[in-house]
């Protein structure tokens, strides 16, 4: 099958969710059966030691791997894979709602925008860390300072584009920063950049958060700086 030949590519960067993929994929089936659209789910596994692997590919998603640490190195493999026209990139934690994808794909998909970026509200006490909340604000009004946007949550883990900005963007960071860059190289090559809100949920399983605070948000406040 051709690249670009399928209406939507849903990406899933994975580390250890084997509890959780498989709901998250489902539910993004069940989205792309209700829109009635020609789409594919891909998981990319960045070196779980957990069943993920085995679980995305019991539950009908295509699974392909990158070894190589890192969310960004994750996303760009998957980013890579992708035939979609237009790009959906979510986290497998259950933390997005994946049946109500509308408000990223449709204007992806009718031109009004090249970039889609969510931003958070918090339906659930503790779906995020006062910490993570604090930090996640006050990089995000760097940001928008820096690169002269509008975009409120730099951070948010869903996200979409179209395959065209995929190719313009030539997003390059390994870690976390990647969700920084995304942003940043959209503004600076003027693409047009939408946000709508999500619905950010707590996880249901009890698990360490694969952020770190200081470290992570060190390598955002990095890429602001210099890039």
Avoid at 159 to 184: D, H, Q, V
Wanted: aromatic residues 6%; contains cysteine.
């Amino acid at each position: 099958m051709e690249k670009n030949s399928l209406e939507l590519s849903i990406v899933m960067p994975c580390l250890n969710e084997e509890k959780t993929v498989g709901h998250c994929i489902d539910e993004a089936k069940k989205f792309i059966e209700k829109k009635e659209i020609n789409a594919e789910i891909i998981v990319v596994d960045n070196g779980s030691t957990d069943d993920s692997e085995k679980e995305a590919a019991k539950h009908g998603a295509k699974v392909i791997r990158e070894d190589r640490p890192g969310y960004g190195r994750a996303i760009r493999r998957g980013l890579k894979s992708a035939r979609g026209s237009v790009i959906i990139i979510c986290d497998c934690d259950m933390t997005y709602d994946l049946y109500h994808l509308e408000d990223i794909l449709e204007p992806l998909k009718n031109g009004e925008y090249d970039v889609m970026i969510g931003y958070r509200k918090c339906s659930e006490k503790g779906a995020i860390r006062l910490s993570h909340r604090i930090g996640a604000g006050g990089l995000s009004a760097l940001g928008r300072l820096k690169y002269h946007t509008d975009v409120k949550d730099f951070h948010c883990g869903l996200r979409g584009l179209t395959s065209e900005a995929n190719r313009e963007l030539k997003l390059r960071t390994k870690g976390m920063e990647f969700a920084t860059e995304m942003i940043a190289k959209a503004a600076q090559n003027n693409l047009n950049i939408g946000q709508t809100e999500v619905s950010l949920k707590k996880c249901p399983y009890g698990r360490e958060s694969k952020l770190r605070t200081i470290r992570d948000g060190f390598r955002h406040l990095v890429y602001i700086l210099f890039f």
